[in-house]
C-alpha cells in the first residue's frame, strides 16, 4: 500500500524461494462444540487436493501511465520483465504433502521499504477509576457497540486520584488520560471457564495468557498481540499499573470479545450470498508488480473466489466481472443492496522489494486511529460500518487466520482502517491484500493459477467457518 516500486531488476540466480503451508499449532476446542468457530480456533484450511502447476506466467510488458490509485498509494516506477524464480509451494491435505514448481530463478533488486513509526504510548495520569457491571446470564462482556460516555472523555484535569476497585460483576477499569482499561485478570477470569486458562504471567514487558486452548501474547507499550500465534493490531498499546496489565476496554469489546466469544456477537444476521470485490479496475491499475497489474490480479483472484464459494453452496455478486472501472461508491452500493450477505474486497500490495507478507484490513472502530496513517486517521464520529464492528472483526480473523495457518507467509496481522469501500458498508466487511506485487517471489505466486486457487480455498473455507461460528448468535435474530 505504500509507493516505491522499483526499476529495473537484475538478472542473477535466486535460491529456490519456498511457501509451504503451516499446518495448525493449536488443537483447541470451541464454546459450542461444532467444527466452525473459526477453525477451531485459527486451525489450517481445507483438505483439497492442490491443482497441477501450470505454465509459468509471461512477465508483464513496461506499464503505461496510469491516474493515481483511488484508495490506496500509487505505485509510480516502471517494473522490469526478468526470468520468473522458480518457486515450490507445499500443500497439505488428506495427511500427505504435495509440491507444486513454478518458473525458474531470478533476483529483485534490494531496496528498503518504509517503516511505518509506531506511536507513543499514551501517559498514565492518576485519574479516577470507574466500575461497571458488564456481564449477565449468557452474556459476552460489555456486549453492544462501543460508545464513550462523558466519563470516558479526556481528562481534563492531572490531580485526580487513582483507585482500583473490582465491579460487582469482578471486573476491575483503570482510567488512563480519560479511556477505560480493563485489568487481564478480569479478562482472564470472565473467559476462563471457556478456555480453562492455566498460564498468566507478565515477565519484563512481555504477558502471556494460555491453555491447552488458546495462547494470547502481548507487550507492554505495544498495539501488537498475537492470539494462536495470529497477529492482531491493538487500537491502544497495552498499558500497566500496579503490576497490573491493562487492555482498553474498546479493544476488549471490538476485539478480545468478538474473537473468543464469536457466538454472542449481536445484531449478527444470517447470510448465504457474499459480494465479491475485485479492486481498481479500467483506468485505475492499482500497484505495478514485475509480472503484471494489480487490477488484472485482483479480477483474477475474484473469479477464483467466486468458484471457491459457490462450490461450497454460496451465492456470490461480483463488483465487477471485466476490467471495467467501478467507483468506491458504486461497489459500497452493490454490497449494500444484496440482501443476506457479507462483503470481501481483494487487492495486492506495493512497496520495496523486500517487503512480503498478507495483511487483512476491518474497518477502525469509533474513537480509535487507523493503524496507518493513510488510513483515516481518528475515527471520532463514527461511520455507517462501525454498525457491525464485531461481525467485522470476526470475519477479518476468519479469513487472514485461514490464510495464515495453510501458508508460511509473513503475518503482517489484522489491521484497521477506515478505507472507503468498508465506510459506508451496511454488511460486514473487510479489505484482504494478497501479497506484494513489488516482490518479485511473492508476485510471481500472484500470478500463478496455483496460488490464487489456494488462497481462494482458504478463503471459502474461513467464510463458512466465520458463519458457522455465529450461528448461534444468527439463531437469536
Known amino acids: 500500500m505504500t509507493p516505491g516500486l522499483h526499476s529495473k531488476i537484475t538478472k542473477a540466480v535466486l535460491a529456490t524461494f519456498v511457501f ?6 493449536f488443537d483447541v476446542a470451541r464454546a459450542e462444540d461444532k467444527p466452525g468457530f473459526f477453525k477451531k480456533l485459527f486451525g489450517g484450511g481445507s483438505k483439497e487436493t492442490p491443482p497441477e502447476a501450470e505454465t509459468k506466467p509471461a512477465p508483464a510488458s513496461k506499464p503505461r501511465s496510469e491516474p493515481p490509485k483511488t484508495t490506496r498509494k500509487p ?43 509506531p506511536k507513543p504510548a499514551p501517559k498514565l495520569e492518576p485519574i ?42 469482578g471486573w476491575e477499569i483503570v482510567k488512563i488520560e480519560g479511556r477505560d482499561y480493563v485489568t487481564a485478570e478480569s479478562i482472564r477470569n470472565f473467559y476462563n471457564p471457556v478456555y480453562g486458562f492455566t498460564t498468566f504471567r507478565l515477565q519484563g514487558n512481555h504477558f502471556w495468557l494460555g491453555s491447552s ?20 493490531i491493538l487500537s491502544y498499546p497495552l498499558q500497566s499499573y500496579n503490576g497490573k496489565v491493562l487492555f482498553s476496554r474498546l479493544d476488549l469489546c471490538k476485539l478480545i470479545d468478538p474473537v473468543l466469544y464469536p457466538s454472542h456477537i449481536q445484531n449478527a444476521e444470517y447470510f448465504d450470498t457474499v459480494v465479491v470485490d475485485a479492486g481498481h479496475g479500467g483506468h485505475d491499475a492499482g500497484a505495478r508488480g514485475v509480472y503484471g497489474y494489480e487490477k488484472d490480479f485482483a479480477l483474477k483472484m475474484a473469479m477464483s473466489v467466486r468458484t471457491a464459494l459457490m462450490q461450497r453452496g454460496f451465492k456470490v455478486i461480483l463488483t465487477r466481472a471485466n476490467d471495467t472501472f467501478i467507483t468506491l461508491g ?72 485461514s490464510v495464515i495457518s ?41 500470478a500463478s493459477d496455483t496460488y490464487r486457487q489456494q488462497v481462494s480455498a482458504a478463503v471459502a473455507d474461513a467464510v463458512v467457518n466465520y458463519r458457522k461460528a455465529l450461528e448461534s448468535a444468527m439463531a437469536k435474530r
Open 20 to 25: 509451504a503451508l503451516a499446518s495448525a499449532s
Open 128 to 169: 479516577q477509576d470507574v466500575t461497571k457491571s458488564v456481564a449477565k446470564d449468557n452474556e459476552a462482556p460489555m456486549k453492544g457497540e462501543f460508545k464513550e460516555d462523558d466519563d470516558d472523555k479526556p481528562a481534563t484535569t492531572k490531580s485526580e486520584a487513582v483507585s482500583v476497585l473490582p465491579s460487582k460483576d
Open 330 to 401: 458504486g461497489r459500497v452500493a452493490i454490497a449494500n443492496q444484496t440482501p443476506k450477505s457479507i462483503f470481501l474486497s481483494f487487492h495486492f500490495n506495493s512497496g520495496g522489494s523486500a517487503a512480503t507478507g498478507i495483511e487483512t484490513w476491518a474497518l477502525t472502530p469509533q474513537n480509535a486511529s487507523a493503524t496507518i496513517s493513510r488510513g483515516g486517521g481518528y475515527n471520532l464520529n463514527g461511520v455507517t460500518g462501525n454498525k457491525q464492528d464485531s461481525a467485522n472483526i470476526a470475519l477479518a480473523t476468519a479469513v487472514h487466520a
Open 213 to 232: 486452548k488458546l495462547i494470547l501474547k502481548a507487550q507492554i507499550g505495544s498495539q501488537e498481540m498475537l492470539i494462536n500465534n495470529i497477529k492482531f
Open 75 to 117: 505505485a509510480t516506477s516502471t517494473p522490469t520483465t526478468g526470468k520468473p524464480p522458480r518457486v515450490i509451494i507445499t500443500t497439505t491435505g488428506g495427511g500427505t504433502k504435495k509440491k507444486v514448481e513454478i518458473g525458474k530463478t531470478t533476483t529483485p533488486p534490494k531496496t528498503a521499504s518504509k517503516t511505518e513509526t
Open 406 to 446: 495453510r501458508f508460511k507467509f509473513v503475518d503482517r496481522g489484522v489491521k484497521r482502517a477506515q478505507w472507503s469501500v468498508l465506510t459506508g458498508c451496511k454488511r460486514p466487511g473487510i479489505l484482504f491484500e494478497g501479497g506484494f506485487l513489488t516482490n518479485g517471489p511473492e508476485c510471481l505466486l500472484v
